[in-house]
Every structure is written in C-alpha cells, then in structure tokens.
C-alpha cells in the first residue's frame, strides 16, 4: 500500500468516526461514547498526517505535540464544569490561530504562484481564522469577568463594523486579483482581528454561549478554507463538521431564548434592566428553614426537580441525586425537568445529572413534562432562575419575554433553593419567588439540598427508612 492510499484510508476512517461521534453527542446516553469515537477519528487524522511525505523533520512536530498534550490534559483536569464556556472560547482562539498562521505562512511560501480558487480559500482562512482568534479571546475575557461583561456600544457602531467588513472583503478580493500584494494582505489580516474585537464588544455576557458557538463555526469554516488551500481532505470534512455544528448549535440556543442571532450579535443586550422588570419593592416572599422544607416534601407524592446554574457552581448534583433517591424509595414520583438552557451551555444540567448517576428516563425535556406542573406537589428549583422566570410568558417588557419557560409557577408548591434574591443571568427579578405557593429556602445548594435530606431522613419512621435505605 502506498503511502498516500494509507493517507486516504486513514482519513476516510477518522471522517466516519467524527460523523458517528457527532451524531452520538445527541443523546446522553451515548454521548461519551460519541466523545470517544471522535477522539479516535482524531488520532487517526493526526496518524495519517504524519505519514505525508512532504515532512522533512519531525523535531518540531514531535516538540508541538508534546506541549499541546501537556497543555490540553491540564487544561481538562483543572477547568471547573462552570468554567466551560470561556474554555470552549479559549480552545477556538488556539484552533483558529492555528489555521491563520497555515494560511501566512503557505501565502508567504507559494503566494504568488497559487491558482485564483486556493487564494480565494487561503482568504477566507486567514480571514475567518483571524477574526475568530481576537473574538474568541473577548469571549474568554468577558465570561472570566477579566473585561467587562456589559455590552460596549457606541453610537454608529453597527455602521463602523459593517464598513470595516466591506473593507476586509475589498482587501481579500484586491489580493486574490493581484497576489503579489502583501502590503494588502497583511492589512487584511490587521483588520480582521480588529473586526474580531468589534465584532464582541457590543454583545453581552449573557449571550457569549451564542457568540461562542457561532465563532465555533467560523473557526471549523477556517479549517475548511485551510483543507481546499492545502489539498487537505480531512481539514476540508472536520472544518465543514465544525461549522455546520456549530452554527446549528447557535440556531437551537436562539430558538431556546427566543431571540435572533441578529438580536444577539446586534441587540446589546443586557445593557441596562428595561423599566418595569424590577420587582422587590413593597412584595414580600416567603422564606422558609430547610426543616420547614423537608416536612412540606415529607408528604408530596409527586416532585418535579428543576436544576439550573447554581447547581452548577455548588456541584450539588451529587446530593440532588441521595435526595431523589431517598424520596423514590419512600414512593414519591421524582422527575427532572430540563430546560433547553438552563446553566451556561447546552446539555450543562444533562452532563452533571449524568455524572451523578441520575437515570436517564427520569430526566424530561421541557416540552415532555409543562403540563404536568399542575399535578406536582412540589416544585424543587435548585440554583435556576432565569428558566422559570414567569414574566417570559406575561411581561412584554421583560427582556426576557417569549423566551420559553418552565411553567413551574402551576405546581401546587415551589421550593427556591438559591442563596439571596440576587437575579440570574438576564440580571432581572423574578416574580415566581413573590408568589404565595412559593417558599425561599436560602443557603449554598449542596447544604440546602443535605440539610433537606438530614430532615427527610428525621421525619421518616425507622422501619420505613430501613426499608428506604439502599440494599
Ligand atoms: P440563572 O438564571 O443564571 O440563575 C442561577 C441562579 O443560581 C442565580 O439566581 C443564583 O442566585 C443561584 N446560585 C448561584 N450559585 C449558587 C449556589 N452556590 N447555591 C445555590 N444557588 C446558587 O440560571 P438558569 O435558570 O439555569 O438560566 C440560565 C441562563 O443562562 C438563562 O438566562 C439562559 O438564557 C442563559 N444562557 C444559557 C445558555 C446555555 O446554553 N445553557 C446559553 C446562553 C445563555 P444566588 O446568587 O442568589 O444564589
């Protein structure tokens, strides 16, 4: 076998594999096992790479290697779930400066001697890939609260960015027509990471999930344009993969908050609460000990868990999990109920739930379980906010309004456990926690949730918890 049938082969392999891992990532219950399938076709990419002939040292690749495997195993080990987004943004500025500097270097190299359609290619590469490098690092900057996560605007800004865009598109043509011309290039490649910049500024930390996936895809159009600049098919499917993903993410996380994407990369939102969302003043809301609680959920016969974010930044998974346990085996009906965003990046709540243990029949999408709040008897919403905010159905001026919700409002009792009435994500009240079914039980999320499992475990019956204990 020749070496580049061996190339072919190992390529066309690593292709299916990334297909299958990605169509895998679609449900919980084989998503690690997708993950794995695509770390293989990855493996199998980089094998068939190295057997290119056009290698004429392997010193530096090897040194590369070793430094990017080191930095990827630490950066896997020690980056909290919480911290996800902004390492998501942190790896696409890497991927896309990557391809950008392929795309100089093999300019610099063959530039003048390149066919009209791999200079179009080598364009975009350098294009997208520069603009996906300086956006992606503003992502990383606003979610690591290291720049300001609200939206910077100025006046005319929408205008001044898509002018700068015009100029980059006339630059790229200028040097497909006259390759020679680095100067042009090079200007080319200034203003494209300039753009990245402008691009982010004017979007709100509470939209960089969106943004995030969206410069996902143009980091995997990058890696496209660099397989058609290279003659490389493998780059050509990942990227084309990448970016078809990662716009459809983009799409679904905008259908999920009822918004656009035009909103999201135009709207500034978050900007300044609109008037009338801010509630507080002269309501009151009930707060309740997690003794209080427990007995209340002592004599439910139906629970709906509704996890959001704070369970996240409390890791309180693992308790949720001895909580709903406790109470199936006492014979209470104890679902999940998922909100297509709830947390900071989609299948957030599914990821940690799964990691816990938590069966995966007993998880339901929001659509599954809405009519069944009015049957519930108690609602426990743990660290969300924003996913059961009423006012997205009744308050057109909430910022939040049409975005779908879980209607957890109609249960007949609805225990908050959060820390404060500080808002979620969107930074506004929520008038759930002012209505008279519901109870705010204060405190950390993991010790609210041990405290409630301490006080359930008092208030039932030796014999019955004996029963109730696991085998
Ligand atoms: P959320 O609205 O951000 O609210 C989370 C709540 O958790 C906060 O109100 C906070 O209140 C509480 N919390 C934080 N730490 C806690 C702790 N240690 N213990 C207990 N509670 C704690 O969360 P959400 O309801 O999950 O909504 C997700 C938001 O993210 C939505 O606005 C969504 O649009 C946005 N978003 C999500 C995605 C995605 O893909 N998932 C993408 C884009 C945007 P206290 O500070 O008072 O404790």
Known sequence: MTASTAIGLTYFVASLLFIFGLRSLGSPRTARSGMHLAELGMVLAIAGTLLNHQIVSFDWILAGMAVGSLAGVAIALWTPMTAMPQRTA????????????????????????????????????????????????MAFGKLQEWLPGRPLTFRGQNVVNVGLFLLIAA???????????REAF?????????????????????????????????????????????????????????GASGLILSILMCRAMNRSITNVLFGAFGKAPEKGVQL?????????????????????????????????????????????DLLSRKGVDVRFAVHPVAGRMPGHMNVLLAEAGVEYDKLFDMEQINDDFPRTDVVLVIGANDVVNPAAKSNPQSPIYGMPVLDVDRARSVMVLKRS???????IDNELFYKPNTMMVF?????????LLTGLKELTPAGELARAQPA
């Open 90 to 137: 942190l790896s696409h500025a890497f991927g896309a400066l990557a391809a950008a500097l392929v795309g100089v270097a093999h300019y610099l190299e063959h530039g003048e001697t390149l066919a009209t359609a791999q200079l179009v290619a080598l364009g975009f590469e350098v294009m997208f890939g520069s603009l996906t490098v300086t956006g992606s690092l």
């Open 421 to 427: 009435m500080n808002p979620g994500f969107a930074g």
């Open 171 to 181: 630059l790229a043509i200028f040097v497909i027509v006259v390759p020679a011309q």
């Open 443 to 451: 405190g950390d999320a993991t010790k609210t949730v041990e405290a």
């Open 280 to 324: 507080g003043a002269g309501l009151t809301y009930r707060s309740a000990s997690p003794e209080e609680a427990a007995s209340i959920l002592d004599t439910a016969e139906r629970v709906i868990v509704v996890p959001g974010y704070g369970m996240a930044v409390s890791q309180a998974q693992h308790a949720v999990k001895k909580l709903a």
């Open 186 to 242: 090079f200007a080319m490649v200034g203003l494209a990471t300039v753009f990245g910049v402008m691009l982010v500024l004017p979007i709100g930390a509470a939209d960089m999930p969106v943004v995030i996936a969206l410069l996902n895809s143009y980091a995997g159009l990058a890696a496209s344009a660099t397989g058609f600049a290279l003659h490389n098919d493998i780059l050509i499917i990942a990227g084309a993969l990448d």
